[in-house]
């Protein structure tokens, strides 16, 4: 201590990483800092925040200020003491030094207790907690997994490329989206040369359908079915809340508090985990129903929805047999949702007009010729 009252310290201002001798007065209602050479500074102790000198033998730092704080250094542990002699009331937020000898127990208590926290969490709480950490996630971050689930689950080289195709395609995503009350997401469509049946979405509004399916695929109205069952697993974050469930506990809870950092660093992994997903029974009937009311608000025909998943209903049985990731493979279509889904059609007014009129849908399907005869040429 320098003089009655003060102590000796150290003063950094933030702008610049030279620190400076100071002497530091505690009172009622402060700090008073004299910075040798730099006059005095008055610190209110609502504004002041204690960052470390938790522990035997650490100095003491208070900070003061934003993004690039003031900063006052105090090596005595006394100063805690005379702080609160001076002025116990505002400084009952600063570390009492008489508390050290429990604060080595305390933190092994802290430990454990987090350990079994995570635990619990995982047991009981992350499928509670996913629906809610979804909720929570950043929308570029639902984009990002999106691309990266594309990259790795539609490779760009099985892509098919037709702008025309494409583009009747397209105005069925259209008017289907145009529909929705509130879109969250700029939806995009992506056909991929391989002749599984099947579609799927992956976050942040990527659609994939499988040429397999497309060329199946009756009339437009057949196609628009499975998109808008697809699109409602994008609007209802299902994948999304399927990746964090399957997550680690550490991604849960940088989605739950919203950290946009500890959650994008999950890119690549969640891609990965993508593929290997299957959407849970609740989540399939909830896209099915939502699809359905969809398609009745974009004044598309029901029964192509109901097309689609009879025909899925017949080869349910093929399921998984092509060897790519469970997410990928034929959705089953069991007779209580086709009932289900009958039901909703019924009850729902006859459609408007018809998809894309006067087009050439058997024309439209074949989006993936071209690469086909590219590749056959050897290009």
């Given amino acids: 201590m320098t003089?009655?009252?003060?102590?000796?310290?150290?003063?950094?201002?933030?702008?610049?990483?030279?620190?400076?001798?100071?002497?530091?007065?505690?009172?009622?209602?402060?700090?008073?800092?004299?910075?040798?050479g730099d006059g005095r500074r008055w610190w209110p102790y609502a504004e002041i925040r204690q960052t470390s000198g938790f522990y035997a033998g650490e100095q003491l730092r208070f900070e003061r200020g934003g993004e690039l704080p003031e900063t006052l250094l105090v090596d005595d542990v006394g100063f805690?003491?005379?702080?609160?002699?001076?002025?116990?009331?505002?400084?009952?937020a600063f570390h009492d030094p008489r508390t050290r000898r429990l604060r080595g127990p305390l933190t092994l208590a802290a430990a454990v207790?987090?350990?079994?926290?995570?635990?619990?969490?995982?047991v009981w709480g992350i499928p509670a907690l996913a629906a809610v950490a979804a909720a929570r996630v950043p929308l570029a971050w639902e984009i990002a997994l999106g691309e990266a689930a594309l990259e790795h689950l539609a490779p760009a080289a099985r892509r098919c490329e037709d702008p025309g195709r494409q583009r009747r395609l397209d105005e069925i995503?259209?008017?289907?989206?145009?529909?929705?009350?509130?879109?969250?997401?700029?939806?995009?469509?992506?056909?991929?040369?391989?002749?599984?049946?099947?579609?799927?979405?992956?976050?942040?509004?990527?659609?994939?359908?499988?040429?397999?399916?497309?060329e199946r695929a009756e009339s437009p109205e057949v196609l628009a079915g499975v998109l808008a069952h697809e699109?409602?697993?994008?609007?209802?974050?299902?994948?999304?809340?399927?990746?964090?469930?399957?997550?680690?506990?550490?991604?849960?809870?940088?989605?739950?508090?919203?950290?946009?950092?500890g959650v994008m660093a999950f890119g690549l992994e969640g891609a990965r985990l993508l593929g290997d997903l299957r959407h849970g029974r609740e989540a399939e009937h909830e896209a099915d129903r939502e699809g359905m009311r969809l398609l009745a608000a974009a004044g598309v025909d029901r029964e192509g929805m109901l097309t689609f998943f009879r025909g899925l209903e017949e080869e349910e049985?093929?399921?998984?047999?092509?060897?790519l990731p469970a997410y990928l493979s034929t959705h089953p279509a069991?007779?209580?949702?086709?009932?289900?889904?009958?039901?909703?059609?019924?009850g729902a007014p006859r459609p408007g007009a018809p998809l894309l009129p006067g087009v050439d849908w058997r024309d439209v399907t074949r989006i993936c010729a071209g690469r086909r005869a590219a590749k056959e040429s050897g290009q």
């Fill in 317 to 323: 049985n093929e399921a998984g047999r092509h060897g």
């Fill in 3 to 36: 003089a009655p009252g003060a102590w000796a310290g150290h003063y950094l201002d933030g702008q610049r990483a030279a620190r400076r001798p100071a002497r530091v007065t505690p009172a009622p209602g402060g700090l008073e800092i004299a910075v040798e």
């Fill in 113 to 122: 207790a987090t350990v079994a926290l995570a635990a619990g969490l995982y």
């Fill in 173 to 214: 995503v259209a008017r289907l989206t145009g529909a929705l009350p509130e879109p969250r997401y700029a939806y995009r469509l992506t056909v991929v040369d391989h002749p599984l049946v099947n579609a799927f979405a992956a976050p942040g509004g990527f659609l994939v359908v499988f040429s397999g399916l497309l």
């Fill in 334 to 346: 069991p007779g209580d949702r086709l009932q289900a889904l009958a039901v909703l059609a019924a």
């Fill in 231 to 261: 699109i409602q697993h994008v609007e209802r974050r299902h994948a999304t809340q399927a990746i964090v469930r399957q997550a680690s506990t550490g991604i849960l809870l940088a989605a739950l508090v919203g950290d946009v950092s």
């Fill in 80 to 92: 805690l003491a005379a702080l609160r002699a001076v002025a116990p009331g505002p400084t009952r």
